[in-house]
């Protein structure tokens, strides 16, 4: 617990938020999240930060990072992007919609690579909501 409040402290305060977002609030967003990943993905790898490029179907080129890619025992992936914004919990379906086409591009360049994408998700954590679409939304057990 004391060396996740300061990883949190020093993610805070390099990105000039520490006077926004209590370090123990964060610290407690990052231990609902990997709670809900071992509740629903027991045994999956996490990787977070992952660069991804691929060749796009309709002409150029897909540039991004994924912020955790799990990798399945089955071998699938599953896709989550961590969004910062405040918003209120019946807020997230709706701005979840707004970035389908990034976790969209991401599937297209993991399944150039030869993967098999099993789900995508968009994480809210400030709001405790973790969405698989603008119609499934799971709100995590305790509240930020």
């Given amino acids: 617990p004391g060396q996740k409040r300061v990883v949190a402290s020093r993610c805070l305060r390099g990105f000039g938020v520490e006077s926004l977002l209590p370090v123990d609030k ?16 027991p045994n999956a790898t996490i990787y977070t930060e992952v660069s991804l490029t691929a060749p796009r ?13 799990l990798v399945l025992p089955s071998g699938e992936v599953v896709v989550i992007d961590h969004k910062s914004a405040r918003l ?7 701005k979840a919609g707004t970035y389908a086409g990034q976790v969209e591009a991401y599937r297209e360049v993991l399944e150039a690579q030869g993967f098999r994408v099993a789900e995508t998700w ?17 709100a995590n057990t305790h509240s930020p």
């Fill in 26 to 41: 964060l610290v407690a967003a990052g231990d609902r999240f990997l709670e809900w990943v071992r509740n629903k993905y």
């Fill in 57 to 69: 179907r309709s002409g150029g080129q897909w540039n991004g990072v994924v912020d955790a890619l």
């Fill in 88 to 94: 209120r919990r019946n807020q997230c379906p709706a």
């Fill in 122 to 138: 968009i994480h809210f954590p400030l709001a405790g909501v973790i969405c698989a679409s603008v119609r499934r939304c799971h």
